[in-house]
């Protein structure tokens, strides 16, 4: 045996100019894309305590937002529509209304910077619901459950609303069976068939969607989401999902959340080629705050270890909180 190794590691990480030339992984502000809250209202910028930094906004504010995204590199964004409790009904109808939140946003940033700023709706009803689930409930054999198939077509209408406001991709997230080919086609018919569709294919029911609620302001007022959303203890099923959807026309699929999933990314990305995106949740976002703010972790090091590692698992987007403060950090 030689009295010591001849190749050393080392050597390729003194430097740390050569170390930032051999990065494999490197996260960009093109790799990013910010979710916007947005309510009704003017001059709003209202915090959301569970999220610190995070904020829901009226359509005036969120504009200037987004221009200060844009600014800084970031020119994708994710929207989620608020309404008030009084608008929400058993079936959801403020989600496709011509005034909905999420249109009137879409129709004020399409004006404003037209196809420089790449806009996706958020498409569910649950933020719509009285009750706050993701389609209609009705009562079967004595039992409360989400009606799946009633739910399609409200879903699509929405989507169609959405891209017809200026949406440029729409992104179903309420894991309805059949939900993509519903929308497919609905777009289709009318005269929307160049508009991808952004599925959250494979979307599980976790406890780190908390702070989005809040954010969201749709809870469920019975029972969960676990009949819909699928179950972190049965992997298996990510590939159904991710081939069904693909099998209804879905041009990129989502996983969600994304780093306590990043086995089902890397699973995915080795058995298709198609654009995937992982969505770094809220809890996550929290998680990594609530550490900073008390000074156990280097936020900026956690920050871009677990983006990476998203990346790394084979996301080519990430949706994630911290696309402005990235977006700081790099510039």
Not at 15 to 38: G, K
Not at 178 to 188: T, Y
Not at 254 to 268: C, F, N, R, S, W
């Amino acid at each position: 045996m030689s009295p010591f190794p001849q190749r050393r590691m080392r050597r390729l990480r003194t430097n740390p100019t050569l170390r930032d030339m051999l990065a494999e992984v490197q996260v960009t502000c093109d790799d990013l894309i910010a979710p916007i809250f947005v309510r009704g209202g003017e001059g709003l910028t209202k915090p959301i305590a569970s999220m610190p930094g995070q904020n829901q906004y009226s359509v005036d504010t969120a504009v200037e937002y987004a221009a200060r995204l844009l600014s800084k590199g970031i020119r994708a964004v994710l929207l989620f529509g608020i309404v008030d409790e009084a608008a929400k009904d058993d079936l959801g109808s403020a989600a496709w209304a011509d005034d909905a939140p999420v249109q009137t946003l879409t129709r004020a940033l399409d004006e404003r910077f037209g196809d420089e700023l790449l806009i996706i709706a958020d498409t569910c009803l649950c933020e719509y619901t009285s009750h706050g689930h993701c389609g209609p409930v009705r009562t079967l054999h004595g039992q409360t459950e989400i009606d799946n198939d009633a739910a399609l077509d409200l879903i699509a209408q929405t989507a169609v609303n959405q891209v017809k406001h200026g949406a440029d991709i729409v992104a179903p997230s309420s894991m309805m069976d059949g939900q993509v080919g519903a929308i497919r086609e609905a777009l289709d018919a009318a005269g929307y068939e160049k508009t991808p569709i952004m599925s959250y294919s494979v979307k599980f029911a976790s406890s780190l969607y908390g702070p989005f609620r809040d954010a969201a302001e749709s809870p469920p007022k019975f029972g969960d989401r676990r009949t819909y959303q699928m179950d972190y203890r049965t992997p298996s099923q990510s590939s159904a999902e991710a081939a069904l959807d693909l099998d209804e026309s879905a041009d990129i699929l989502m996983v969600k959340p994304a780093g306590a999933y990043l086995d089902i990314l890397a699973q995915l990305r080795d058995t298709t080629d198609a654009p995937l995106a992982a969505y770094q949740v809220s809890g996550e976002y929290a998680q990594l705050k609530a550490a900073a703010q008390n000074g156990w972790i280097d936020e900026r090091g956690a920050v871009f270890e677990t983006l990476s590692a998203i990346k790394r698992a084979g996301a080519q987007l990430i949706i994630t909180y911290y696309a402005e403060q990235v977006a700081d950090w790099l510039g």
